[in-house]
Each structure stands twice: as C-alpha cells, then as structure tokens.
C-alpha cells in the first residue's frame, strides 16, 4: 500500500476526521480565501529560480505523478478533495514565500533526512524549490557575508518570511558554549533577533520543539525548545527525530496557501500531522487486541510480527503519523523494522520512552482511561497513574487471548 493509498483509506472513508462538523459554508469561505491568497502570490516575484517542474522532470517524475501526490497531501491536510488543484498550485508557488532555516543545538539530522535521500519523495522535492534564503548547511556565504545576508534578509522581507528552527536552545549557565557567527551570538540572541522580525516561527525535530536529546538529565547547558524563548509570535511545532518532510512541507504548504498556521493540539503540533496516536494506525493493533505480544526478542511473537509493547513499544501514547507516511522514501517506519516505538515526537521522550521496557513497568506518567484518548485528552490526563489504563488493557487482551486458546 502506497502513501496515497494509506491516506485515502485513513482519511477517505470518514471524510475530515478534525471538525466533521463544518459544512459547506465553511469549506466555501476557505477556498474563497486559498484563491486570493494564492491570486496574491501568483502576481509576486518568485524569490527563487528553481521549478517543481523542472525538478520533477529531473527525477523522471510526470505531472500525473504530482497530481497524485498533491491528492494524497490534500487528504493529510484534511482537506476535500475538491481542494486538490490549490494544494497543487501552492506547491508551485511555494517559492514564493521566503524560508529563514537556523541551524542551533542539534545534530542537523532533519536537514539530513530532507538532503540524503537517494531517491526523494515529492515532500522532498519540493523543499528543494522552497526559497531558503538563509540555511547555515546549504549557503555558500561563511562568517560576515552570511551575517550580512541574514541581515539584509530580515529587513528585505521583514513579516513576511517563515523562520524555521533546527535544534534547541540552550538558555542554562551553559549558553555561553553555544554561540554563532562572526558576531559571536547566542542561541538565544540569535533565534530572538531573526524571530521576532518573522510571520511565523516553525520548530523542526524534537530537539528544536521540546528541547530533544540536549535536554535530556542532567541537561548541561540548560537546552529547551522554541516555544520556551518566542512569545508572541505563531509557533508550529514538528516534532520527531527526525521529523518526516513530509510534515513539514504539508505546515509549509498551508501556510502558503492561507497565510495562517493549521490546527493544533495542545502542544502547538499541526492536527493533521499529530492528531493521531501511533498505535490507531499501527499494522500490529490487531495482536494488541488479541493479546499476542513479544515477550522477548527473537521469540516466536517477534518472528510473527506480534505486538511490541511488551517489550518497550510507546505507541500508546505517541502521536504521530508514521505509520502513514513512513520514512524513507515511504518504505518503512520503527515498528514495521521491527523496533518499538520510542515517543520521539513526544516532550521528554529521551529520559521517559528511550528504552526497552513496556511502560507498565515505567516509573512515568501517563493517560489513563484506554487506549482509545485523543492527542487533547492525553494532554488533559498528563498527571495520571503511570500507565494503568494501557495496561489494563494490555492485560485483559492477553487473558483473553489465553481463554479463546483454551
């Protein structure tokens, strides 16, 4: 099953599964808006040369191709399908909309992710015609020139650039280790002067969002996310190590196309993309529900694909679209390689989720209540009873199971 096919039958079936309720009335007040914002951008220079295009014909991809995938970016926007030509147009006019990617405390592993790839996805594709006017890892400029550039960037397109951060930041008595440019900036210093000059502020990867593996115990440098440090500005979080372009460019899409950030949940993290748990959409749920795990590796569950949460898995209680959209060029995710998921798209997830025990067994906090909560109610159920509704379940499943094999 191919991502648009895994898209159409987690979206096509139930329709916009985020506010089903909004009618026709509503859907018609979009459009009207998508088509002016688009008309706006249309008749503005494009601030890049580089054509989707040209790149799509590059990698021996045809405009049927790209229909294809704007269709399936619409259905992850949860959007009508009616609305696919403007998902198509905004990704032609994405180049439009000028891009300022700071590079801060991080291992640069989501620009890898987007970069590495040996055949790229569309997702991929088109961040490479996105007008990055400013990205520490792509430009040619070093020390003052890029300071220079960066300057004259910020008060050229002042409010109307996205400003998208890598990495944490660290604010603690170690911030003095991490400074940037020829200015000798902080972190901090840095992320405040291009941010507070932006549209909207977008943190890629669990590092920038929720402050990641550099704020994990003792957490030296005192590292937290973006949204700790920018008040007052649009935040979009995109968690996850690292985070899937696809997420991003779909955050980036939408913005072009209304000019406003998607709906989020109470982490500041797009619906579209979060609004779901790992485990509602995990091909093993149907060995969760049957009480068939793996109780070690190698055993006969783990050589038949049985469930993993015996064994560390925190699907429960991640959420995330992998399991939709995948990595790697759309082959594989963590739990279809065979490795539990570790909550990397989740706040803390290096000191509470990042090992191989179930969370039963956890001294950590969880939501209670099943495994049926929505991304808002797990927010709300944060100070509950380490991991009891999960494991209850976990265990009447496996009881059940135990009885219809007697």
């Not at 992710?113 to 490479?128: G, K, Q, Y």
């Not at 972190?187 to 941010?195: K, M, N, T």
């Not at 929505?374 to 100070?383: I, S």
Request: charged letters at 25%.
């Amino acid at each position: 099953m191919d991502r648009r096919d895994a898209l159409a039958k987690m979206f096509g079936a139930k329709g916009v599964r985020v506010n089903t309720n909004r009618g026709d009335e509503y859907y018609d007040s979009l459009r009207k808006k998508i088509e002016k914002r688009l008309s706006e951008l249309r008749n503005s220079p494009a601030a890049s040369k580089v054509d989707i295009e040209k790149v799509l014909d590059a990698e021996g991809l045809s405009r049927r191709d790209f229909m294809k995938w704007a269709s399936a970016t619409c259905a992850m926007l949860m959007l009508p399908a009616s609305f696919t030509p403007l998902v198509a147009e905004a990704a032609e006019l994405i180049n439009r909309v000028p891009i300022v990617w700071l590079e801060l405390q991080d291992c640069a592993g989501n620009t890898e992710a987007i970069l590495r790839s040996d055949s790229p996805t569309i997702d991929e594709l088109i961040l490479e015609t996105i007008n990055f006017e400013f990205n520490e890892t792509l430009m040619v400029a070093a020390g003052h020139q890029a300071e220079e550039h960066l300057d004259e960037v910020i008060e050229k397109f002042a409010g109307n650039f996205i400003c998208v951060v890598e990495g944490s930041i660290p604010v603690g008595a170690g911030k003095e280790w991490c400074t940037i440019g020829a200015k000798g900036e902080t972190f901090e210093e840095h992320l405040l002067r291009v941010a507070q000059n932006s549209a909207a502020v977008v943190a890629v990867g669990t590092c920038a969002t929720f402050g990641g593996v550099p704020a994990a115990s003792p957490n030296p440098t005192g590292a937290v996310g973006v949204q700790d440090i920018i008040k007052g500005k649009p935040i979009i979080n995109i968690p996850a190590c690292p985070a899937n372009p696809a997420n991003i460019t779909g955050t980036i899409l939408h913005y072009v196309m209304t000019g406003q950030v998607p709906e989020l949940d109470y982490l500041n993290r797009p619906k579209f993309a979060f609004g779901y748990r790992i485990h509602d959409n995990c091909e093993r749920r149907a060995h969760f529900d049957a009480g068939e795990f793996v109780e070690e590796w190698g055993d006969e569950g783990a050589e038949n694909n049985f469930c993993l949460y015996k064994v560390g898995c925190k699907g429960p209680m991640t959420f995330n679209n992998c399991s939709i959209v995948r990595y790697n060029s759309g082959t594989n995710w963590p739990i279809g390689a065979g490795h539990g998921c570790i909550g990397c798209s989740e706040p803390d997830f290096w000191d509470k989720y990042a090992y191989e025990r179930p969370m039963a067994d956890a001294n950590i906090k969880a939501p209670t209540g099943g495994v049926e909560k929505t991304v808002d109610e797990f927010g709300l159920g944060l100070l509950t009873a380490a991991g009891i509704g999960i494991a209850i379940h976990a265990f009447a499943s496996a009881a059940a199971g135990k009885k219809e094999e007697v």
